[in-house]
Nanobody, 118 residues
């Protein structure tokens, strides 16, 4: 069983920054993919950024966050970060991390609220 613990959400003014963290623990083989998704009420969960750790140059970003958000993975800590700069009100929603270990299903974090408001 794999557990994910997210942290780092909160309230920030437009133009501000936040860094989300997601630490994975438990019994698992090598992690293949780590990423971040977000879901607004009444909408489908959408990809924000992901990285396939076992493949070079595999980072993917949603068009809406390119140039503002950066995903960073730390394999030694089984942790993925999302550095969010230049936040805008449209970024307000709940963010979920995803971890896909080798040979297993994907695991989701509990979600962390990000609110961008003045």
């Amino acid at each position: 069983q794999v557990q994910l613990v997210e942290s780092g959400g909160g309230l920030v003014q437009p133009g501000g920054s936040l860094r989300l963290s997601c630490a994975a623990s438990g019994s698992m083989l090598k992690i293949i993919t780590m990423g971040w998704y977000r879901q607004a009420p009444g909408k489908q969960r959408e990809l924000v950024a992901s990285e396939t750790i076992t493949r070079a140059n595999s980072t993917v970003y949603a068009d809406s966050v390119k140039g503002r958000f950066t995903i960073v993975t730390d394999n030694t800590k089984n942790t993925v970060y999302l550095q969010m700069n230049g936040l805008v009100p449209e970024d307000t929603t709940v963010y979920y991390c995803l971890v896909l270990p080798l040979g297993e299903k994907a695991y989701w974090g509990q979600g962390t609220q990000v609110t961008v408001s003045s």
